[in-house]
């Protein structure tokens, strides 16, 4: 997939919209060779999804030995709107706490005194730092099921057209 073709997918108003959630799903391949996919908290700064953990994460030996990655943003109501995203994982330790965790939960419901609590038990939690986990968009794909369907369903699709045309 082209730069410019991720781009267009990523700037429709409903992948923005998936953009701006809180979660997404993270699947890569373990260091025995098996799949993972954990949920996430995430921000988007326009350019890539940024995700933070901690730096004994079992999940960053994994991106180390092996940084293709797959995301899944998505919604809970029928039909789902689901967006997927490929790319390379790359690393970077912080020593403090990255603007992008903290950015990446502020949609929670907290009142303001529970957010300042929040923030002190991270910070005294994460006292080594942490991980950015840093994803370029290298394909994407925007499912919304009215205008876009999954590519085996838009197979069928096809051939059933053609069975009623021929």
């Not at 073709?5 to 025995?32: F, I, K, M, Q, W």
């Not at 293709?68 to 998505?74: E, G, K």
Request: with cysteine; hydrophobic share 40%.
């Amino acid at each position: 997939m082209e730069p410019a073709d991720v781009t267009e997918v990523l700037d429709r108003p409903l992948s923005r919209e998936l953009l701006a959630r809180d979660l997404t799903r993270l699947a890569y391949v373990a260091t025995d060779g098996t799949p993972r996919n954990v949920p996430i908290g995430f921000s988007w700064n326009g350019t890539e999804l940024v995700m933070c953990t901690a730096p004994n994460a079992p999940k960053l030996a994994a991106l180390r030995t092996n940084p293709a990655v797959a995301l899944t943003i998505d919604t809970e109501v029928h039909p789902p709107a689901i967006l997927l995203i490929r790319g390379r994982a790359e690393l970077d330790h912080v020593d403090a706490i990255p603007d992008e965790f903290l950015e990446a939960n502020t949609t929670y419901t907290m009142t303001p005194e529970q957010r300042v609590e929040w923030e002190a038990g991270v910070r005294a939690l994460y006292t080594d730092g942490m991980v950015r986990v840093v994803v370029t968009p290298t394909w994407a794909k925007l499912i919304d099921f009215e205008t876009t369907l999954p590519s085996a369903v838009e197979e069928l699709v096809r051939r059933q057209q053609e069975r009623q045309q021929g």
